[in-house]
């Protein structure tokens, strides 16, 4: 298979990537549930190729129906807002599926997906009728995939409830909880660096509020020595401590 990419092409076999890659995928990852055999039968099937930072990989409205399987790396997920702007929807990192919901029912991209990490993002483009071949010929393919997209749907529904329910800190604690559970790294010890650049107007479109609250927030956060900012990243401190705070009763959303 050819390694295609914007900054030129190369050499580069899909399975290879993938017996790279499989370490760092988090254990709850779409790709991570599958085993051996099915990882090489998924990784034959497609492209692999490279995504160097703010290149798309799918764009809102396309008819596109390709399936990616992210490799390394993370991509942010948004949408057009009625008013001009972006609003940003989720992070994907390696392990992730993106571009099923439009191999699905076929219907235009849904949002855009850009890679946003410090190093490029390796993926797997997979067409869509070879994914689907995948899928009826392998049952567990099939069930792996209706649990990640059902994942993605109970947080979607998780933050709409909190958009209501919850107040901007007690929803910024949460989403930093979870950025940290599936995008952290602990290189200094008991701290988690949140492995994602975004801005306060990226925090805020994900919790439901202005970038001026996002700021407010934080500052909050780090007084109560919960959190540390530096230049576009975010590092929790006190992982016990936000936990608490994003779920003072123990409690969750359901569904």
């Given at each position: 298979?050819n390694?295609?990419?914007?900054?030129?092409?190369?050499?580069?076999d899909?399975?290879t990537?993938v017996?790279?890659?499989?370490?760092?995928?988090?254990?709850q990852s779409?790709?991570r549930s599958?085993?051996h055999?099915l990882?090489?039968?998924l990784?034959?099937?497609?492209?692999?190729?490279?995504?160097p930072r703010t290149?798309?990989l799918?764009v809102?409205?396309?008819s596109?129906?390709?399936?990616y399987?992210?490799?390394s790396?993370?991509?942010?997920?948004?949408?057009?807002?009625?008013?001009?702007?972006?609003?940003?929807?989720?992070?994907?990192?390696?392990?992730?599926?993106?571009?099923?919901?439009a191999?699905?029912?076929?219907?235009?991209?849904?949002?855009?997906?850009?890679a946003?990490?410090?190093?490029?993002?390796?993926?797997?483009?997979?067409?869509?009728?070879d994914?689907?071949?995948i899928?009826?010929?392998?049952?567990?393919?099939?069930l792996?995939?209706?649990?990640?997209?059902?994942?993605?749907?109970?947080?979607?529904?998780?933050?709409r409830?909190?958009?209501?329910?919850?107040?901007?800190l007690?929803?910024?604690?949460?989403?930093?909880?979870?950025?940290?559970?599936d995008?952290?790294?602990a290189p200094y010890g008991?701290s988690t660096v949140i492995?994602?650049?975004?801005?306060?107007?990226?925090?805020?479109?994900?919790?439901?509020?202005s970038?001026?609250t996002?700021?407010?927030?934080?500052?909050r956060?780090r007084?109560?020595g919960?959190?540390?900012?530096?230049?576009?990243?975010i590092?929790?401190?006190?992982?016990?401590?936000?936990r608490?705070?994003?779920?003072?009763?123990?409690?969750?959303?359901?569904?």
């Open positions: 298979m390694r295609s990419s914007t900054s030129g092409g190369g050499a580069g899909p399975y990537a017996r790279a890659a499989r370490g760092n995928w988090p254990e779409f790709l599958l085993d055999d990882l090489r039968e990784s034959e099937a497609g492209e692999l190729m490279e995504f290149r798309a799918a809102e409205g396309s596109a129906t390709d399936v399987l992210l490799l790396s993370c991509v942010k997920v948004t949408s057009r807002l009625p008013g001009g702007g972006d609003a940003l929807l989720a992070v994907r990192v390696g392990g992730d599926v993106i571009g099923e919901l191999a699905l029912d076929r219907k235009p991209r849904s949002a855009t997906v850009t946003c990490g410090n190093t490029p993002v390796e993926a797997i483009r997979v067409a869509r009728q994914f689907f071949d899928l009826t010929a392998r049952p567990q393919v099939l792996q995939l209706s649990m990640a997209v059902a994942e993605k749907l109970r947080t979607s529904t998780r933050r409830i909190d958009y209501r329910s919850a107040k901007p007690v929803r910024l604690a949460r989403v930093l909880t979870e950025m940290a559970d995008h952290g790294t008991r492995g994602v650049d975004l801005t306060q107007v990226e925090w805020g479109t994900l919790i439901g509020v970038g001026r996002v700021e407010r927030e934080i500052s956060l007084e109560q919960l959190i540390a900012k530096g230049p576009g990243r590092t929790v401190l006190d992982m016990a401590g936000l608490t705070l994003a779920h003072p009763t123990g409690g969750g959303a359901g569904g």
